[in-house]
């Protein structure tokens, strides 16, 4: 359904501050009929490449062609096609929601039937009955996203893009959204959405692209991923960790024990240690070494593989880290902004 190849863009070329590289030599295949997501923190580049994908946006290099057509093309084809889910959701407050997707309908052309006869699937599909006759400008957030999903549906479209379609809402409104577009994806629907909630793309995702920097560094089903680690997961804490280099030193004692594949300072937990290990014998190997170097382990978890080791990986820090990372260099540019004026 999607085909991108060696997308770039760079933004703020021409300025006096620094451009920003967001996609670098991007390459990703949707299936039809999937629901594939795109994992990575903010800034990773994921709503450039939503946006291109919709032909909200051109690249600077690459090719996108979606569902066979060259989306630059042919564009106006391509929306035709597909329905999009910003992350920001605007809406009228002075409409109903009813009278907002009535209005969403004359705008895709649909004849009066076929468009009440929708808007009515789509109520009852999003649970909206209770209060679509409302004026939009009361809705909670999570009535706000579910009467943005529905206009993207209302024209029936091939594929449907969503970005973060689930940011802010609470487990109610997450869970039916969840249901939909699993439906959605069972009756046909080719299902892009971008995310950096980890067990959503997990539940969710068919196959999936972990996205860092503006490329794919990771690609494949959650189980394939996964199970491509080879080992067990393993969350250490020591006692003497009171900064980062406390943890670092323990990190380079552990690096050199039988089993154990990757070791990372996770900052996001107190530095604690993020480790993959082959297997649960090494554990007992790393409480001795750890003992012998006077180290107590204060506190030690055992899981199974999931998605934020498959990043910690691919990238040498867990997703939160990347996360927290990348707030405290927008929060230094926004200060070294304020400074200027």
């Not at 009852?124 to 009361?138: A, P």
């Not at 999936?208 to 990771?218: D, F, N, P």
């Not at 030690?300 to 999931?306: E, M, T, Y």
Request: with cysteine.
């Amino acid at each position: 359904m999607i085909e991108l190849q060696h997308l770039c863009k760079r933004y703020g070329t021409g300025r006096k501050s620094a451009p920003v590289q967001a996609l670098n030599d991007l390459s990703l295949a949707v299936p039809a009929g999937s629901l594939y997501g795109l994992l990575g923190p903010n800034g990773a580049g994921k709503t450039t490449a939503l946006r291109i994908v919709c032909t909200l946006l051109a690249p600077d290099a690459g090719t996108v062609r979606v569902a066979g057509v060259d989306a630059l093309a042919d564009p106006r084809a391509v929306r035709r096609l597909l329905g999009y889910v910003a992350q920001d959701v605007a809406i009228d407050k002075i409409l109903s929601g009813k009278e907002l997707l009535a209005l969403q309908g004359d705008l895709y052309h649909l004849n009066r039937v076929d468009r009440d006869r929708r808007i009515g699937d789509l109520i009852g599909l999003l649970g909206m009955g209770d209060w679509i006759d409302r004026r939009c400008g009361g809705y909670s957030g999570g009535m706000r996203r579910r009467l943005d999903l529905a206009a993207g549906l209302l024209h029936s479209p091939r594929l449907l893009v969503l970005d973060e379609p689930t940011v802010g809402l609470d487990l109610e409104s997450r869970a039916a959204i969840w249901q939909v577009l699993q439906q959605l994806r069972d009756q046909g629907t080719t299902v892009l959405l971008s995310s950096h909630y980890l067990e959503e793309v997990d539940a969710l995702a068919d196959r999936l692209a972990i996205v860092e920097s503006g490329r794919v560094i990771a690609e494949g089903s959650p189980a394939e991923l996964k199970g491509a680690l080879g080992g067990d997961r393993v969350t250490l804490r020591v006692r003497e960790f009171s900064d980062a280099g406390e943890a670092s030193r323990v990190r380079t004692l552990l690096e050199h024990c039988a089993g154990v594949r990757q070791v990372v300072v996770n900052r996001a937990q107190g530095y604690s240690l993020n480790l993959v290990v082959e297997n649960a014998a090494v554990i007992e190997r790393l409480r001795s070494q750890l003992a012998a170097a006077d180290l107590p382990v204060f506190a030690l978890a055992q899981s199974r593989a999931s998605l934020d080791d498959v990043y910690l990986q691919a990238t040498g820090r867990t997703l939160l880290d990347a996360e927290l990372e990348g707030a405290g260099q927008r929060d230094a540019k926004a200060e070294r902004k304020q400074s200027m004026r």
